[in-house]
């Protein structure tokens, strides 16, 4: 939704747009009778048509604006907008840690930290003492004011995104992949050991200058969090007390119950590490005892919610900081980063363009990339993760009887994850195996019959075996789970323009691009209705927009492009 200065909601004037998120805009706003600026976060459009969402959203926003502590940036008020939902919050002036981060592009000093984890780890202690998980604890949601005070921002969004069930897709759309916690990326319960693991990632970046784990995609990362040992701190910054890293160490285990329990706890141990520890890593400490957390008196502790118990990591791995890459080991790297968790929301990508991407490997490429993901499942054959790195490679060579079996032994050690039904299906599309493809996503819609992107996928085998009915009511399917699913609606408009029903075809394409501006296979079914009716300008554009847009698979880009070129030819 798009609002412009000056422009009312309710009684807030609003400024100027502040960003865009994936959940929100902000814009600063002003509320004339208390003479007072405040930020108005507005949610996506797409929840809109999505009732269960309002009621949870007015429910939600009244827990999250009962949170009153001096760090938490407080929500005033909440409304809606022309049927959208929208939270007033305290507008702040200042800089997140991100962008105090991306300045210095160095480890931050001790006591520098110290000054920023203190506040941040009360507010963090209030807010579970409250029984209210942050969810989303990164360098973007800490802010110092100009006036040098440190707020935790976003707690609304992270509590009103959450519907009460903790599952993959809900708890993915509020994670960050650099940030995110073993237990919240495999969809398993979170607590306020979720919050600690997050919160020890920011101070693990502070520390050292860098998060423990990147890669090319979301996916790889998602996956080291999970499976891969932490870096080493003081292999990435040599300056890095012993005392400090096994606090960064216990902070970031894998399993939950070993890390600290309470913010508090883990700022307190910083703290005390930071005045044993010698130069140069902290200055001189000052000689008074360390003090307590500041948590409201009369509150009482919640039990901590059970967490499932992660697997240990399988292998430890070298410092990234000591590793040397070939031009080989890159080429791994690319199609190792295509199988893995499942996901979706912010974080969701093309499968099938991660595999049109792994079949530009050259042969010598693609064997040493099958004999490396080959060592991985002898060295971890329980691993299914390994089996379906195995599978990619083996599809990567067009060797898709052996990639099958491959992913049905991803499948059998964990029946339960839709990733390698997915990524299956998705090779086997490639091949242009549909039955093949059809059975592995009916399977995993079996199993996990709220995951819209298998249901899709079925829709989609469907539409290339001209069954068209069958497409219809499994897009049909989608739009009543979620009527503001702008890809369920988007795949109607294939069903009309592939029967000839161009007027419902047009509809719902712009139906789509309401939803989702930057759906580029909306915007390529735009273009291809405008070809049809000889509007060659209008295709022009849209197929420009495809081009340009960085949310486009490389295939549709590629499609794009040659009806751009087609077009120029006449």
């Not at 600063?28 to 269960?52: C, G, Q, S, T, W």
């Not at 210095?104 to 579970?128: D, M, S």
């Not at 849209?542 to 295939?555: I, Y």
């Amino acid at each position: 939704m798009s609002i412009a200065p000056g422009e009312q909601l309710g009684v807030y004037r609003v400024i100027e747009p502040l960003g865009q998120g994936g959940m929100a805009t902000v814009y600063k706003a002003y509320h004339p009778a208390l003479d007072r600026y405040v930020a108005i976060k507005i949610l996506h459009p797409a929840f809109k048509e999505d009732k269960n969402f309002i009621a949870r959203f007015e429910r939600e926003a009244r827990i999250v604006a009962k949170l009153d502590h001096p760090n938490i940036v407080p929500v005033f008020d909440y409304a809606q907008h022309d049927g959208m939902p929208y939270l007033v919050m305290r507008y702040v002036e200042g800089k997140t840690l991100k962008a105090i981060l991306r300045e210095t592009n160095a480890a931050l000093p001790v006591e520098r930290v110290l000054a920023f984890i203190r506040p941040v780890a009360e507010g963090l202690t209030y807010a579970h003492i409250q029984g209210v998980l942050h969810r989303d604890i990164k360098p973007s949601n800490i802010m110092r004011a100009n006036d040098g005070h440190i707020y935790l921002t976003d707690f609304g969004l992270a509590r009103i995104a959450q519907s009460g069930e903790s599952t993959m897709s809900q708890d993915m759309v509020i994670g960050t992949p650099q940030y995110i916690s073993p237990e919240q990326a495999q969809g398993a319960p979170v607590s306020e050991r979720t919050d600690i693991y997050s919160l020890g990632v920011v101070l693990f970046e502070m520390l050292t200058g860098r998060v423990p784990f990147t890669a090319d995609t979301p996916y790889a990362v998602i996956h080291d969090h999970i499976y891969t040992a932490l870096p080493m701190p003081t292999a990435i910054n040599p300056a890095l007390a012993p005392e400090i890293e096994r606090v960064l160490l216990k902070a970031l285990a894998k399993d939950p119950a070993a890390r600290y329990t309470s913010a508090g706890d883990l700022f307190v141990a910083l703290e005390t590490c930071a005045r044993v520890s010698p130069a140069p890593t902290t200055l001189t400490p000052p000689p008074q005892p360390v003090a307590p957390l500041i948590v409201t008196p009369q509150a009482q502790p919640v039990a901590p919610s059970s967490v499932a118990r992660t697997p240990p990591p399988p292998e430890p791995v070298a410092p990234q900081s000591a590793r040397r890459f070939s031009a080989i080991t890159c080429a791994i790297l690319a199609v190792i980063a295509l199988a893995l968790l499942a996901g979706c929301g912010v974080l969701a990508f093309s499968r099938r363009d991660d595999i049109a991407r792994a079949l530009r490997l050259s042969p010598a490429g693609q064997t040493e990339t099958i004999r490396s993901a080959r060592d991985r499942v002898n060295a971890n054959p329980n691993d299914p993760i390994a089996h379906i790195r195995l599978a990619e490679a083996l599809a990567s060579a067009n060797q898709f009887d052996a990639a099958y079996a491959e992913y049905d032994q991803a499948i059998a050690l964990n029946p339960k994850q839709p990733e390698a039904y997915l990524r299956a299906g998705a090779q086997a599309e490639r091949a242009n195996d549909l039955d093949h493809a059809l059975k592995y996503y009916d399977a995993g819609h079996q199993i996990a019959p709220d995951d819209q992107t298998l249901l899709l996928n079925i829709g989609d085998v469907y539409m290339k075996q001209k069954r068209y009915e069958d497409a219809r009511a499994v897009f049909e399917k989608a739009l009543r789970f979620d009527s503001g699913n702008a890809q369920a609606v988007f795949r109607m408009g294939e069903y009309y323009r592939a029967t000839g029903r161009l007027a419902e075809a047009l509809r719902e394409y712009t139906r789509a691009v309401a939803m989702d501006p930057n759906l580029p296979e909306a915007h390529y079914g735009l273009g291809m209705l405008a070809l049809q009716r000889g509007a060659t300008d209008e295709a022009r554009r849209q197929f420009q927009m495809v081009v340009t847009n960085p949310k486009s698979p490389a295939d549709l880009k590629d499609q794009a492009q040659q009806q751009l070129r087609a077009l120029d030819k006449k």
